[in-house]
Antibody, heavy 122, light 109 residues
Framework: QVQLQESGPGLVKPSQTLSLTCTVS??????????WSWIRQHPGKGLEWIGY???????YYNPSLKSLVTISVDTSKNQFSLRLSSVTAADTAVYYC??????????????WGQGTMVTVSS | SYVLTQPPSVSVAPGKTARITCGGN??????VHWYQQKPGQAPVVVIY???DRPSGIPERFSGSNSGNTATLTISRVEAGDEADYYC????????????FGGGTKLTVL
């Protein structure tokens, strides 16, 4: 069973860049048929899609975050990463990585990491 | 952008049936997926493609989708079903693509 695990700093200073990595185990990120995604959840709030990437490097981003977000993939390490620049306290959230099954007219977040809490504070 | 509307909360007694709705313009033309999130845990898909259940999800969970409303139905509700539930669609008409509903807190009385 494919598993995902987020890693990265739990505390980031305002105006700095938040960087997280998701390591995929028991499966290849290059297997095709799946996108790899980041979603976040502000404390006590709902789910917010950040973006996703295909193993080839094709990316799709939430338009509201697009100017600040970069998602990249490292197939040799079976990892994908999130960079969110110029963070503020409003970026404090639990960040999840997830596998996305995608076909011609929909996508499904079928496997999720456990999530990692990131706090933006000086 | 496309909007999905869920009731903030639904309450149900154990053993009864809970119905959680997800409203959207002509949502019946889209595939709807439902996620269960228990406190402190990551979401888990419980229904995908409107009405399919992933392996390991009890048959008590079912889904339907028609017109402007998709519905997640949980039969014979148990205390362990208490959680937040989110609907999700893919919206190809805009750059937003991924749309989540605001979530519904299911309380088992």
């Amino acid at each position: 069973q494919v598993q995902l695990q987020e890693s990265g700093p739990g505390l980031v200073k305002p105006s700095q860049t938040l960087s997280l990595t998701c390591t995929v185990s028991s499966g290849s990120i290059s297997s095709g048929g799946y996108y790899w995604s980041w979603i976040r959840q502000h404390p006590g709030k709902g789910l917010e899609w950040i973006g996703y990437i295909y193993y080839s490097g094709s990316t799709y981003y939430n338009p509201s975050l697009k100017s600040l977000v970069t998602i990249s993939v490292d197939t040799s390490k079976n990892q994908f990463s999130l960079r969110l620049s110029s963070v503020t306290a409003a970026d404090t959230a639990v960040y999840y990585c997830a596998r996305v099954y995608s076909d011609s007219d929909t996508d499904v977040f079928d496997i999720w990491g456990q999530g990692t809490m990131v706090t933006v504070s000086s | 952008s496309y909007v999905l509307t869920q009731p903030p909360s639904v309450s149900v007694a154990p053993g009864k049936t809970a119905r959680i709705t997800c409203g959207g313009n002509n949502i019946g033309s889209k595939s709807v997926h439902w996620y269960q999130q228990k406190p402190g845990q990551a979401p888990v898909v419980v229904i995908y493609y409107d009405s399919d259940r992933p392996s390991g999800i009890p048959e008590r969970f079912s889904g339907s989708n028609s017109g402007n409303t998709a519905t997640l139905t949980i039969s014979r509700v148990e205390a362990g079903d208490e959680a937040d539930y989110y609907c999700h669609v893919w919206d190809s008409s805009t750059d937003h693509r991924v749309v989540f509903g605001g979530g519904t807190k299911l309380t088992v009385l």
